[in-house]
């Protein structure tokens, strides 16, 4: 049997759906995408509202730079990305205080010259993780053979591996620590921000070795995605489909079939059942419990390990981000925990671009992490519950807007809000969980391996998890894996 013979169903035409359908389709392989929405994209998808297209979750392109997982993804398929570099990857704020964020570390260590040597080592440590992931590592090890590809890559990386080693156990925190950092409130609030929008958890619960990866995010460059982020989910359906591939839209899946260890198909809300050899769930593990009859795993406790998003998407007057002179911005209370509206990523689209706003507008993306729980509960107690709880976020994150952003005081033409539950209709995650799991630990991270053998996933759930880089990256990984699996059975 050739690899042509073979039939591959993806669920989902997220990012990391596509990324795997794309480069199996590519490969030959027989790919049908079954997407639940009318729309390609998931969390870097778009919607239509008022007159404004929003990017419904992503905004910030990275990955782009030469060498880069998107770069060399498009490379590899033959796509141009729509692209040009941002000069400034986003503007933090608090207090006030305003911090570019920039491909250079100038910015940041000539306000904390004591961060300096941090900051060399962050890159070293980045350097080799990004290597180690890009490598044909299968991460977490899960056979022997994976176990011994890592040794190798690990001499290959000598001495710096050592280095790798000494942080292994060690917390954000401890790992500032040792530079003198901990006790800098200012600095370990601004580590904090990044974090958590990157490895979805502060100093204090990520791994250091996660970390140096989330911190490399400014250093490595942000992109403009001309026409919104959606472009690169649309340009990879258009890949898989010029290399013979299917995509259909409206294929909300709602039942794996199986046997034992193998999956023999998939059945959609429509009535049609698909059948194939093998199976890409573009989903969270949680939801690919749901769909297959068993119960979602409830978080520890201690550790918040799956967060959702409030989210505003605002109609603003152009001028607002014109005299802010920046399009993306990082707003951050003085105190108290970060996400729950006390922490917003605000994004505006690039002025002029008119198929995204009416002239003089802009259409903005003003998100918050948020846990997930009380939405549902709210929503399930019924009555006003929910509604008031939206009132209450939506009065909280436009009060911290105006008090960073004073620019855009008396600005905004029109609100609309989103929840957990607004999430989990749109992507079809368990409780809505985006932004992918909380990255407390290098060994705690989850692969593409299921319980059964010729189903894998794929998206954000993956090592080395949430973003457009890590989610192209985290499908080589689904797509290794399964020509791997191809080769075993076509033998
Ligand atoms: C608010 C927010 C802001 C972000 N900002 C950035 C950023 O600036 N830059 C960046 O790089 N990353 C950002 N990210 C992260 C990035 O968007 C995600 O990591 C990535 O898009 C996730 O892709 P995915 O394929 O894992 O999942 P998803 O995007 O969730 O895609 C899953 C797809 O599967 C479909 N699906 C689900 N269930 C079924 C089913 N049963 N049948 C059929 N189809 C189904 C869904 O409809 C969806 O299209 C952000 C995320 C969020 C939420």
């Known amino acids: 049997m050739e690899i042509r013979d073979l039939h591959c169903i993806v669920i989902g035409a997220g990012m990391g759906g596509l990324a795997a359908a794309a480069l199996l389709a590519r490969r030959g392989m027989q790919v049908t995408v079954l997407e639940a929405q009318s729309a390609p994209g998931g969390c870097a998808g778009s919607f239509a509202s008022g007159g404004l297209r929003f990017d419904a979750g ?3 392109g990275c990955g782009f730079h030469p060498g880069g997982p998107l770069n060399l993804f498009g490379r590899e398929l033959g796509i141009e990305w729509p692209v040009t570099p941002e000069p400034v990857a986003w503007q933090y704020r608090r207090r006030g205080r305003r911090l570019d964020l920039t491909s250079s570390r100038l910015g940041i260590v000539a306000r904390y010259p004591r961060s300096a040597p941090f900051w060399e080592e962050q890159a070293k440590i980045a350097g080799l993780l990004w290597r180690l992931s890009a490598g044909g590592v299968q991460w977490p090890p899960s056979t022997p053979g994976d176990l011994s590809r890592l040794a190798m890559k690990g001499f290959e990386g000598l001495p710096d591996t050592a280095l790798l080693a000494k942080f292994m156990k060690r ?3 401890e790992w500032l620590a040792s530079h003198g950092l901990d006790t800098v409130s200012e600095f370990v609030r601004l580590i904090d921000a990044q974090l958590l929008i990157s490895v979805q958890a502060t100093s204090r619960e990520s791994s250091a070795l996660n970390a140096a990866i989330a911190l490399d995010l400014p250093v490595s460059g942000t992109w ?3 026409g919104g982020m959606v472009r690169v989910p649309e340009l990879l359906v258009r890949s898989v489909e010029a290399d013979g591939g ?3 839209f409206g294929k909300n899946v709602i039942r794996i079939d ?3 260890r193998e999956v023999l198909g998939v059945e959609t809300a429509d009535g049609n059942a698909f059948a194939a050899d093998i199976i890409v769930a573009n989903l969270t593990p949680d939801s690919l419990a749901v769909l297959d009859g068993r119960e979602a795993e409830t978080p520890p406790s201690a550790v918040r390990s799956r967060w959702s998003a409030f989210m505003l998407y605002l109609g603003v007057d152009s001028a607002a981000f014109d005299k802010a002179g920046i399009d993306h911005l990082q707003l951050v209370t003085p105190e108290g925990r970060l996400g729950e509206c006390g922490s917003l990523f605000v994004s505006a689209s690039p002025a002029g671009e008119a198929d995204r706003a009416p002239a003089g507008q802009r259409a903005v993306t003003v ?3 948020t846990f997930p729980e009380p939405w549902f509960e709210a929503q399930r107690r019924g009555g006003d519950d929910y509604l008031r709880l939206k009132e209450r976020y939506t009065r909280k994150a436009l009060e911290l807007l105006y008090a960073e952003m004073p620019e855009s005081e008396g600005s905004v033409r029109s609100v609309i809000a989103a929840t957990p539950v607004t999430w989990e209709r749109w992507t079809g995650r368990h409780l809505g969980c985006v932004g992918g799991f ?11 391996s299921t319980r059964y053998d010729n189903l894998f996933l794929a998206g954000d759930s993956v090592f080395p998890g949430q973003s457009l880089p890590g989610v192209v990256t985290g499908a080589r990984r ?3 894996l399964i020509l791997r699996y191809a080769q075993k059975i076509r033998r």
């Open 367 to 369: 998100s918050t992490h």
């Open 258 to 260: 199986s046997i034992r």
């Open 58 to 60: 992503a905004t910030v």
């Open 478 to 480: 689904t797509v290794e």
């Open 246 to 248: 299917a995509v259909l």
């Open 171 to 173: 917390t954000t925190l």
């Open 224 to 226: 403009r995605v001309h």
């Open 438 to 448: 909380a990255q407390t630990s290098l060994f705690g991270v989850c692969g593409p």
